[in-house]
């Protein structure tokens, strides 16, 4: 239900109002001056204001104003007698929605009130689902607190404002979308198009129409004029994920586009202007494909202006316990049965940490989602996981490379002291973790560390 702020010095006006507007279904808020009103919309969440043009101290123009200065967006309704049509047009110039004349009747003015009202629904639900964006794709909620993914968040931070192009590379699973979309969203151009293509989803020439456009009749089944993604994207950022599959024509018209920042839609011959800001991605090596005479050198140089490359997840494990908690928490509404997941157990924070994640934050979100909806536990239980998962991640004992007259304590130590340097190297030699990660306390590891002096090869490249 919507409320609507009356405000006239005339208290039995504004008691007829919020009469005549409650009785259509809306919430009233009264006040009779400017000031009085100006304190009710600081403390009150209001959808219209409907107010007097003549008032004493504070008149409607001024309210009128402040009111614009809080909420541009916000309707404001003037109400005026005759005498003061040309401050209602005045007032009109300044941003007001309307105004009706006194006396007016009942049924025009919920008439004018219930297009305001609609405009501004309108207007609140576009802010409510540009802010779901943003905050989805601000950088603060890419989930890392390692020192790689710091840097990549200082990146972020320093080239989001430009127009630079950027070319994210990492394995698939990192989080190149993720990376690409935080970039838009705090850039300048956050409120024009965001448009992404899968350059591997599609055969070169349907590629091409897709990300050029046509002209009609340009080929068999053309019927009719249509704009690719660059038209499409213009003012705003066109995301190109997996562009090392490009053909090499499609290599030479986007560098074209990249010199000239014109294109040409398929079938025409009109340079077409676009003005976008281009973020590339690829989980190959573009300078090994460079190399292998894959992709064009120029190319690769136009691409990789500004480069962010995305660590594996098995290169940032002191990333696992916040990525953990942060899709148990966005999973947690799908959870129908059972209490609330408030964890993992002891032995599935182990095997993550053990596991190399060929498939990166994908797969642990993949993982992590589906022990939310199966676990009849508060805690995740490695039961609760994949079988896949937990066959793949138990570490195999390779007995063939064992000698059978080896003595038994010699090779246990001798496991035991790699498994500890293993440990040590992933957790970046932060104790704590690697103790996680081998199941056993912090103090029990600092005797281990003292008994294999491991300190010491440390600083020897261990």
């Known amino acids: 239900m919507e409320t609507i702020l009356i405000v006239d010095d005339e208290l039995n006006y504004t008691l007829i109002l919020a009469a005549v507007l409650e009785d259509v279904g809306f919430e009233t808020l009264t006040a009779n001056s400017g000031p009085e009103a100006i304190r009710i919309l600081s403390d009150s969440d209001v959808d219209l204001v409907l107010t007097d043009m003549k008032m004493p ?18 309707p404001v309704i003037m109400m005026t007698a005759h ?30 009130v219930n297009k305001a009202v609609s405009m501004y629904r309108v207007v609140k639900e576009n802010r409510h689902l540009r802010d779901a964006v943003e905050s989805r794709y601000s950088f603060h909620n890419i989930i890392g607190k390692s020192k790689s993914m710091q840097d990549v968040f200082q990146t972020i931070r320093k080239v989001a404002p430009a127009s630079a192009t950027v070319l994210i590379e990492g394995a698939s699973g990192t989080g190149k979308e993720l990376v690409a979309n935080a970039l838009h969203f705090n850039s300048p151009r956050k409120d024009k198009p965001f448009i992404a293509v899968n350059c591997s989803a599609l055969a070169e020439t349907l590629l091409e129409s ?6 009609k009749g340009a080929f068999t089944g053309a019927v009719s004029m249509k704009k690719g993604r660059f038209e499409i994207a213009d003012e705003g ?3 190109l994920d997996e562009i090392g599959e490009l053909s090499a024509g499609l290599q030479v018209k986007l560098l074209r586009v990249l010199q000239e920042r014109v294109i040409e839609r398929v079938g025409g011959v009109k340079p077409i202007p676009v003005n976008i800001r281009l973020i590339a991605a690829t989980n190959k090596s573009l300078k090994e494909e460079v190399a292998g005479g894959n992709f064009r050198e120029d190319l690769f140089y136009r691409l990789n202006v500004v480069p962010i490359t995305l660590p594996p997840l098995r290169d940032r494990l002191e990333d696992i316990r916040p990525l953990v908690k942060h899709f148990i928490d966005k999973y947690s509404n799908e959870r129908t049965t059972g209490a609330p997941i408030t964890g993992i157990d002891r032995e599935v924070e182990r095997l993550f940490y053990e596991y190399d994640w060929p498939g990166n934050i994908r797969e642990l979100e993949n993982v992590i989602e589906r022990a939310v909806v199966l676990s009849p536990e508060s805690i995740i239980q490695v039961s609760d996981l994949p079988k896949d998962f937990v066959d793949n991640a138990h570490s195999t004992l390779h007995m063939d490379g064992i000698p059978v007259d080896a003595n038994l304590y010699d090779t246990l130590a001798l496991v035991e002291k790699n498994m500890i340097i293993r440990a040590l190297k992933k957790a970046n030699y932060v104790q704590t973790h690697a103790a996680d990660m081998l199941g056993i306390g912090k103090s029990g590891l600092n005797q281990k560390i003292k008994k294999y002096k491991l300190f010491q090869k440390k600083h020897h490249g261990l």
Not at 57 to 65: N, R
């Open 237 to 239: 950022t066109l995301f």
């Open 83 to 112: 005498g003061t049509v040309e401050k209602a047009v005045e007032a009109m110039q300044k941003g007001a929605y309307n105004y009706i004349l006194k006396p007016f009747d009942n049924e025009q003015l919920v008439l004018y």
């Open 210 to 215: 897709e990300l050029f456009g046509h002209e």
């Open 57 to 74: 101290s504070m008149d409607g123009i001024e309210l009128l104003e402040h009111i614009k200065k809080a909420d541009a967006d916000l």
